[in-house]
């Protein structure tokens, strides 16, 4: 399954939220990402369409 991107945002996250937190469970470096240009929005638009960077648990809903 890949990741939901939308659904992510939907519950309240930020496109840096969820990249931290693909970067803490998958080991990404989202940094190095940045350092050669893309942006959050264009990480997280190719990650979404990978089926290799699922979340390894679903995203739940922020505390309020």
């Known amino acids: 399954m890949a990741l939901n991107v939308q659904a992510a945002r939907d519950l ?3 496109d840096q939220e969820i990249l931290d937190y693909l970067q803490s469970t998958r080991g ?3 940094d190095a ?3 050669i240009g893309y942006d959050d929005s264009s990480i997280l638009g190719y990650l979404s369409e990978r089926e290799d960077f699922a979340p390894a648990a ?3 809903e922020p505390e309020t």
């Open 12 to 14: 309240g996250y930020s």
């Open 58 to 60: 679903p995203i739940e």
């Open 28 to 30: 990404i470096n989202i």
């Open 33 to 35: 990402a940045r350092e």
